[in-house]
Nanobody
């Protein structure tokens, strides 16, 4: 599978953005699709994950209640709806796929999100 992420941009604090991750190739029901991010001067961190078949979701505490991960099986696309954005959400966001959360073998290119205060 190959992944392509897009949708980043500049937004004011409190605003919203939706990131998309388009997948090509075969995706199994057991595949975990995740979003991770790396802020300036920070290590990469987990943001959210969705199990492709069951649609089960999991979020980092820092984004719970503000971000929503979803998927469109027909379009082979995973979305990250980001609401109530904060300056600390500024980062390059990556989508990834793997067998389970944290075990991502395939990565898309990053898309940059900048939240101004």
């Amino acid at each position: 599978v190959q992944l392509q992420a897009f949708g980043g941009g500049l937004v004011q604090a409190g605003g919203s953005l939706r990131l998309s991750c388009a997948a090509s190739g075969r995706i199994y029901g057991s595949t975990s699709m995740g979003w991770l991010r790396q802020g300036p001067g920070k290590e990469r961190e987990f943001v959210a994950n969705i199990r492709w078949g069951a649609g089960t979701t999991y979020y980092a505490d820092s984004v719970k209640g503000r971000f929503t991960i979803s998927r469109d099986s027909g379009e082979k696309t995973v979305y990250l709806q980001m609401d109530s954005l904060k300056p600390e959400d500024t980062a390059v966001y990556y989508c990834a796929a793997g067998r389970q959360i944290g075990d991502y073998a395939v990565w898309g290119q990053g898309t940059k999100v900048t939240v101004s205060s």
